[in-house]
């Protein structure tokens, strides 16, 4: 008897998250095989067996992204580059309302210049979101670090309010953060990276039909 769609579509997608999952793990915290770790940075050097096996030693002690909530699953299988898009955008839409609460045509098009059309709308279309910080000059050299940095910070305080573990995290997360703002207020931070996060994914999505 055949599998139903909706089925075969299931298992389909959870195989699409853990692998995902598993490329974006911390290898060296999370799993025994210190020596395979570095390997893992090249998906196509290791075999479906081996990445199964080290999937389950990692998901027995730390949970089965596939099984996670929503957003969870989200943020846990997003591969880097889309990680690091969100945090672009949650980072700027969190510090725009302090630099210029309206936003003229000049400063708009210095703003896409700098950040590119989709952050910027992004940042404006959640600008009610953002926090009541320190104005920061989001034109500067050292501004985007900044953003960047907060940005993910921003994703890191979302993980552990999803309550994902350490091990699902590539340490790479803990470097990016740093240079951040001292402090970041958790309501705007949270609010603003889950909308990142879900843009991002959605956008990934609808590319992949």
């Not at 075999?47 to 080290?54: C, I």
């Not at 979101?129 to 320190?134: Q, R």
Request: charge should be neutral; charged fraction near 20%.
């Amino acid at each position: 008897m055949r599998t139903p769609r909706a089925d075969g579509e299931a298992i389909s997608n959870a195989a699409r998250i853990r692998k995902a999952a598993l490329l974006s793990a911390d290898m060296l915290a999370a799993a025994r095989w210190d020596g395979i770790a570095p390997l893992l940075a090249d998906g196509s050097t290791l075999s479906p067996r081996l990445h199964w096996r080290l999937f389950t030693e990692i998901a027995e002690a730390h949970g089965d992204p596939a099984t996670f909530a929503d957003g969870a699953r989200r943020l846990t299988s997003m591969a880097t580059d889309g990680r690091a898009t969100a945090a672009l955008r949650a980072g700027l839409a969190y510090h725009l309302a302090a630099f210029c609460p309206a936003v003229d045509r000049p400063t708009l098009m210095r703003l896409r210049a700098a950040y590119g059309d989709e952050a910027v709308a992004f940042a404006l279309g959640h600008i009610n979101l953002s926090a009541a910080t320190p104005p920061l000059d989001l034109l500067s050299e050292q501004a985007r670090q900044v953003i960047e940095a907060d940005g993910w910070s921003m994703l890191a305080l979302l993980a552990d309010e999803y309550r994902i573990s350490a091990a699902w995290r590539a340490a790479g997360w803990r470097d990016m953060a740093e240079n951040g703002s001292a402090s970041l207020l958790k309501g705007p931070a949270l609010a603003l990276a889950a909308a990142a996060v879900d843009e991002v994914a959605a956008l990934k999505e609808r590319a992949g039909r």
